[in-house]
């Protein structure tokens, strides 16, 4: 009799409340450095910095968890940025030539994760505008603004073009006050003759207003003119002549003088005399770094100091020759000289100084720079002008991002190690000052759990993060190359500080200091980070690199001197006919070598051959590491120091894995080749198929279906997959499980490994002092004498062929088992014992659970027949209801190809719902996803920014912050009349859909699994990016160039199906 199953088209009205009370999508907020930043600003009143990028985007900044997020609608570069100070309101320049003014405005209460918000602010566009071209000018470039100036009356914008005009704009109203327009010729009139000379001024370069008269305004022409004009007798106070192209203009404090810089690397000294009305001259004239041509300095600030000779900040001007490609940032006070190199390009910078109009100095106690790739804040306070850590924004990139991880929960006594380790590191820094940037307040509640955000990077390193609230910190930075030798080796060559070379080079010209700690040049990529796996409790990391090296450290509070123990685990086990063509494994040093406070590496297990490696498990009670490559996989007992097993998965066409991903004789040419053959043969293949006509008892099934109101769902036809595939060996996931797998009755270790094709092998474990199975009958062997043993128990192939995501074992609960060290020392439920277990495996193309130990199917579900896509990441997370306290239930969360995600219930894979998260297009966005224990996730949106979104009810981490503003701060409703919704974000969307200031994302309600959902509906993420480094595979890219021609076709067949009868499906 065969069995058939059909999915019920009814809903329960109480599962879907509980489904609301556990599940809801959203996209909280981001974390690290924005991805391209274009313009700074800073409100000395409020305490907040604003930065711009060139996708449009605005973000606020202030105490750490205190952020903001605009996006314009148009994705147009933003130029420039000017806060209204103590107003809460700012002006945005975009490369557009269009002007739009933003406001911070309280958002209504709200309920989050079951408790009421209130005093939320957020974040809103209010208004735009562009200047209108001069008539009788066809071209519009004459009025393209060039620089903007607020008056401190903020009652009026002053607006400089590329004709040379200056425009008036009455604020808040960004209305253009016409009769006030001030021309070039205008200006030209009052020059005298031999400085007129028929030529152009140029464009306005610089606006700066008189800081003790109010009206009145410097005017920096490119020429180099500069004009002092009165606002309200609309004539030139006083001119002055400068001859060289003019880059930037500043204030004295007292008004009494005005600082210009210029092209040519030098600056100029103007005084201020009301019975002069021309200067000719200016008081004096320098090229810090001249005789020889130097680039241009581009900003330049003069502040005064009570200390004694005022403070000189430029950025640019070095020696053309020497020095030209240099990012460097100079200070200047008295004999104190101080050129800062950095790694990117300087963007902008500001000061933080007395603002209080009776003060007579402006005393500056810290200095901020935006770069390209990082922010650098200077304590200016503290002698020799060190550095700050920054609390936030970070730079994730110093080196590409290779893995990550994320570790929930984490005890307090490893916390505080994690937290002296970092500051061991930042020991150097004698500097005490608080963060500058600390307007506004945090009204988040502190996080009951420590979170860590582990990232692994391409230099061989591993930082780790503080992700417990919005603001990610970084506590500790880990670096893994001095295991080995490598070209750029400190240990090998140590210097003498009375070596004299040293001294003649800390004694160069200019006076260079490396800053920052963006740092894209890997030592060798072999280094770069792979896969981590860290055991909280045992405090045991785990990490693999490029190079096939697997290292096992410990953490220690005291710096050690030690060598670390070697072991070669030859995974070809001597098969013959192949041939590494590959990168050569890294050199490990065989000496001793310091070790700082942190984790320090007990052991190094060196993979042979030297491949990347694909999957690691960590199992710190029984003091097991289990590795794979695309070669096979290792088991290794690191407290023993010798290896278990070794497994070759090779299959005799697997050359390209004999190649690596570092090999000169890799040919991308070929690949494609070959991917293209396979999809043009599935093709072929799919046509040349004929459907044949059902035989009778089909005919008769279906017709007696057809009465019925359950009618089987339409699934697509599944291609097996070739077992010729090029790199079907590599192991894509380990396991490690305490369960049944020899018999019903005796449990104990195993070892799960899962490849690329669809492979599954579990191996049964004789542990020392571990009781399992038949060891305990025999009473079993001493721990000291005896070894670890793997014994081959299971062997599965998945019909398909589709390569394994995920392994997992559940117990007779139908729970995952608990993390090595919770089940004894009482931290978690003790796992069910009493029952069958199961094991939960995801391949790319259906989940299905089977029974243990005898591995007979139980339940799946079919996510490519039904769905048209593929798994690409796979996890186990334990949602908490948002209305009951007690209420819980574990999901299986799965991201796949199209970058939506799919939850189901376990152990009976009934689909919850759907959302979209990332676009598909997005192929790094995908790849480098990872989900949180407690239902949250990350993933790359470019290569300096996590975007974090949240699949619980309960469980947010966004930004809750308020503003004292020296406006009434109220709750406004838009322009049509409909109440603006607050987004997690800190951006607001009204009721009809409609964003004001950022992008529009599709609704994150509930979807039904049952209800037809469009293949390929819009989904909501940032631009493509395909520079950050994840887990990128050519199945990502063979299916980012099929994914259009698979939706197509499977919309197309079920629409053909539609018109015919329903198959029979047997399972």
């Known amino acids: 009799m065969m069995k058939f199953r059909f999915r019920r088209q009814g809903t329960d009205p109480q599962r879907e409340k509980i489904k609301q009370e556990l599940f809801a999508f959203n996209k909280t907020v981001g974390h690290g450095f924005p991805h391209q930043p274009s313009a700074l600003a800073f409100d000395p009143n409020l305490q907040l910095m604003a930065i711009g990028t060139k996708s449009g985007a605005i973000k606020i900044y202030g105490a750490p968890g205190v952020e903001f997020t605009g996006v314009h609608k148009d994705a147009t570069a933003v130029t420039q940025i000017h806060f209204l100070p103590g107003q809460g309101r700012f002006l945005s320049l975009l490369d557009d030539n269009s002007i739009h003014l933003w406001e911070l405005v309280a958002g209504p209460s709200r309920v989050v994760g079951g408790a009421k918000k209130e005093g939320v602010v957020s974040l809103k566009h209010v208004d735009s505008y562009s200047l209108p071209g001069r008539p009788g000018i066809e071209s519009c470039s004459a009025t393209r603004v060039t620089v903007l100036l607020l008056l401190k009356s903020c009652d009026l914008l002053c607006v400089g073009t590329e004709g040379g005009g200056v425009y008036f704009l009455q604020l808040p109203r960004l209305s253009l006050k016409e009769n006030q327009t001030l021309l070039q010729d205008s200006i030209t009139q009052s020059l005298p003759d031999d400085y007129r000379c028929g030529k152009s001024l140029g464009p306005v370069e610089s606006l700066q207003e008189h800081p003790q008269q109010p009206g009145k305004i410097l005017i920096g022409y490119s020429r180099g003119l500069v004009v002092l004009w009165d606002l309200g007798t609309r004539h030139v106070d006083q001119l002055f002549l400068g001859k060289q192209q003019l880059e930037s203009l500043v204030w004295e404090r007292s008004g009494n003088l005005f600082v210009s810089s210029h092209n040519d690397g030098g600056y100029s000294v103007w005084a201020v005399a009301s019975g002069n009305t021309c200067s000719h001259q200016p008081v004096s004239s320098a090229i810090p770094y001249g005789p020889f041509p130097c680039k241009a300095i581009n900003k330049i600030l003069w502040r005064t100091s009570q200390s004694g000779s005022p403070v000189l900040l430029y950025s640019g001007g070095m020696p053309r020759a020497s020095y030209g490609d240099r990012h460097c940032l100079t200070i200047q006070q008295d004999k104190q000289h101080v050129t800062l190199d950095f790694t990117s390009r300087v963007i902008d910078f500001f000061t933080v100084q007395n603002i209080e109009p009776e003060r007579e100095f402006d005393d500056p106690s810290a200095l901020v720079v935006l770069l390209e790739e990082e922010l650098v804040v200077i304590d200016l306070q503290t002698t020799g002008w060190p550095s700050l850590p920054t609390p936030y924004l970070a730079p994730l990139h110093s080196s590409a991002i290779t893995c990550s991880c994320h570790i929930a929960s984490v005890p307090p006594k490893l916390w505080e190690r994690l937290i002296n380790a970092g500051k061991a590191q930042r020991g150097h820094q004698h500097t005490h000052m608080s963060w500058p940037i600390c307007g506004g307040k945090n009204l988040a509640p502190p996080p009951k759990q420590q979170e860590l955000l582990l990232t692994g990077h391409e230099d061989g390193t591993v930082r780790f993060w503080d992700a417990s ?24 060559d140590p210097h003498d500080p009375n070596d004299p070379d040293l001294q003649q080079e800390e004694e160069e010209w200019p006076p260079f200091r490396k800053v920052g700690c963006f740092d894209p040049y890997s030592d060798d990529p072999r280094l770069g980070i792979q896969k981590m796996s860290l055991c909280k409790y045992s405090n045991k990391l785990m990490v693999a690199g490029t190079a096939g090296q697997v290292i096992v450290l410990g953490f220690n509070d005291e710096r050690s001197d030690h060598s670390v123990d070697v072991s070669v685990v030859d995974l070809l086990q001597d098969r013959e006919g192949f041939t590494w063509k590959g990168h050569d494994r890294l050199e490990p040093r065989l000496k001793p070598a310091p070790f700082p406070p942190g984790f320090q590496p007990l052991v190094l297990v060196q993979c042979l051959p030297p491949a990347s490696v694909t999957a690691v498990a960590l199992h710190t009670e029984w003091n097991l590491i289990a590795f794979g490559t695309s070669h096979g996989f290792g088991l290794f007992d690191y407290h023993r120091r ?69 009618v089987a769902p339409v699934q697509r036809r599944i291609e097996p997959r070739s077992a010729d595939d090029s790199l079907s060996g590599v192991v894509r996931c380990l396991c490690f499980a305490d369960t049944f797998l020899r018999d019903g009755t005796h449990h104990g270790p195993t070892l799960w490994a899962g490849t690329n094709s669809g492979s599954v092998y579990a191996y049964a474990l004789e542990v020392p002092g571990v009781c399992s199975g038949r060891a305990c ?51 978690s439920i003790a796992p069910d014992v009493t029952n069958a277990h199961s094991v939960l495996i995801a391949s790319e193309e259906q989940l299905k659970v089977f029974s243990l130990p005898k591995v007979s199917a139980k339940t799946k579900f079919k996510l490519t027949a039904h769905e048209g896509c593929r798994v690409r990441k796979v996890a186990l997370v334990l949602f908490s209801s948002a209305a009951q306290e007690d209420y819980s239930e574990h999901t299986l969360v799965c991201l796949t190809n199209l970058g939506d995600m799919h939850l189901f219930n376990i152990p009976g894979l009934r689909p919850q719902v759907r959302y979209d998260c990332i676009r598909k297009e997005d192929i790094s966005g995908i790849a480098s996803c990872l989900f949180t224990k407690n239902g949250q996730g990350f993933y790359l949106i470019s290569p300096s920014e996590y975007e974090r979104f949240s699949l619980s009810a309960k469980v947010l981490t966004e930004p809750l912050c308020s503003v004292q503003l020296d406006r009434p701060l109220e709750f406004t409703t838009a322009s049509d009349g409909t109440t603006m919704q607050l987004q997690p974000n800190g951006t607001h969307k009204n009721q009809l859909g409609q964003a004001e200031g950022h992008t529009p994302e599709p609704p994150s309600s509930l979807s039904s699994p049952i209800l037809d959902t469009p293949l390929d509906s819009p989904l909501s993420c940032a631009d493509l990016t395909l520079d950050s480094a994840g887990e990128l595979t050519v199945e990502d890219v063979r299916d980012f160039l099929t994914t259009v021609d698979e939706v197509e076709n499977n919309l197309k067949n079920i629409k053909e199906e539609e018109g015919r009868s329903t198959d029979i499906l047997i399972n």
């Open 469 to 492: 609230g919005v603001a990610l910190t970084p506590l500790y930075k880990l670096s893994t190359a001095n295991v080995f030798h490598t070209d750029c080796d400190p240990c090998d």
């Open 642 to 710: 010798n290896s278990v097993l070794a497994r070759c998965t090779l299959h005799p066409n697997d050359s390209l894995a004999m190649e690596g991903p570092l090999s000169r004789v890799k040919s991308l040419k070929k690949s494609l080749r070959q991917s293209f053959r396979r999809i043009r043969k599935s093709r072929v293949s799919g046509k040349k198929r004929v459907i044949t006509t059902p035989i009778s008892k089909v005919h008769e099934a279906n017709a007696a279906l057809a009465e019925q109101e359950e």
């Open 777 to 827: 009958e025999r009473g079993g062997a001493s721990e000291s004498s005896s070894c670890v043993e793997a014994v081959l128990g299971k062997e599965i192939q998945l019909m398909h062929r589709a390569p394994v995501v995920s392994i997992c074992v559940l117990d007779g609960r139908g729970k995952p088992l608990p993390d090595p060290y919770e089940a004894s020392q009482d931290l």
